[in-house]
């Protein structure tokens, strides 16, 4: 068997673990519950989950998606979650081969799944995604490949600055338009303040021009998917959900969309 594949299948069953895992701290991060303790439990009973029922998908199927003591049905988030994670490992390392891009690329899609997860859920992106992806992405950038450490902190800050400024421009010009609207929403700010930091975040991992991807990309993907939704029902965007994947697409393609766009929009050759 090729060694590349030996690699992406490693990477991948890697990938699955840390899908079981980042189940856990997305659903206990945002309610301020601990990922150490209490073990792994079923939602319904609060039996503890026992290490032969929590094999990354199989665990689930075998199971037939029902909890072993209570037989109450498992959200299929949980294997859905572990494949993504699994398929997601593979193909950083399929890309990067056994490197430590690999492993910066991997630990970052990661996070920003995690974001994902908990914002479309609980509306909150926890510092723990935000703050300490931040402390892991700015010490990565000393790691060969990839940006370097300057390049990642000005991005940092640069994330920060851009979503704040954002956020204070938004607030104001929606209290102007209309009055009110915040307050029928249930909120007193345009932006998030984990958004804000979340930003912050993808900067140490992508840089400035990473950060300007981000952004635009991730705005322009939630007025065309979640715009409509919000001026009907007046819910809030989970504009870190649409962040995250802008993140992800600005990771993996936006050296060649930077390309694209001084090549064939400003006509720099």
Known sequence: MNEAWIVSGLAGLFGLMMGSFLNVCSLRWPVDQSVVAPRSRCPSCLEAVQWYDNVPVVSWLILGAKCRTCAEPISIQYPLVELAMGLMWAGVFAAHGPTWEAVRGGVFLTMLFGISISDARFYIIPDEFSLGGTVIGLGMSF???????????IGAAVGYA??????VGGTWMIKKISPGRLE???VDQAMGGGDIKMMMMVGSFVGVWGVAQTVFIGSLLA??????IASMSKRLIPLG??????????????????DWYLTEIVGIT
């Open 143 to 153: 790691l060969p490949g990839g940006i370097d450490w300057v390049t990642a902190a």
């Open 241 to 258: 959900v649409f962040l995250a994947a802008a993140a992800a697409i600005a990771y993996g393609w936006g050296p060649q969309m930077l």
């Open 223 to 228: 007025l065309i998917v979640f715009g409509p």
């Open 184 to 186: 029928e929403a249930g």
């Open 162 to 167: 851009v979503l704040w400024l954002v956020g």
